[in-house]
Nanobody, 116 residues
Framework: QVQLVESGGGWVQPGGSLRLSCAAFGSILGIKVMGWYRQAPGKQRALVAALLRDGSTNYADDAKGRFTISRDNAKNTLYLQMNSLKSEDTAVYYC??????????WGQGTQVTVSS
């Protein structure tokens, strides 16, 4: 079983940057994909970026060129660097992991607020 703990959310002005972190604990060797999702008020949870075991990445269209997903294997931590933030990026951001058995684990979420 995998446990995920996010951190790094907060308030930032439009155009600013934030870096989210997701520390993974437990059966991490079985993780196939890790990613970041977000859910804004009144909207469905949606994929922001994903990082596959082979190092390949996928980004939502509105994240391309502004967000970067990465990981530090030594720290068992996934990151999401977010630059040029916009008000529409305001949401709760969730870390996600899928293992080889296709079991999905979610973190508790971290709030990101972009406003002036």
């Amino acid at each position: 079983q995998v446990q995920l703990v996010e951190s790094g959310g907060g308030w930032v002005q439009p155009g600013g940057s934030l870096r989210l972190s997701c520390a993974a604990f437990g059966s991490i060797l079985g993780i196939k994909v890790m990613g970041w999702y977000r859910q804004a008020p009144g909207k469905q949870r949606a994929l922001v970026a994903a990082l596959l075991r082979d190092g390949s990445t996928n980004y939502a269209d509105d994240a391309k060129g502004r967000f970067t997903i990465s990981r530090d294997n030594a720290k068992n931590t996934l990151y999401l660097q977010m630059n040029s933030l916009k008000s529409e990026d305001t949401a709760v951001y969730y870390c996600n992991a899928v293992n080889l058995n296709r079991e999905r684990t979610w973190g508790q979420g971290t709030q990101v607020t972009v406003s002036s």
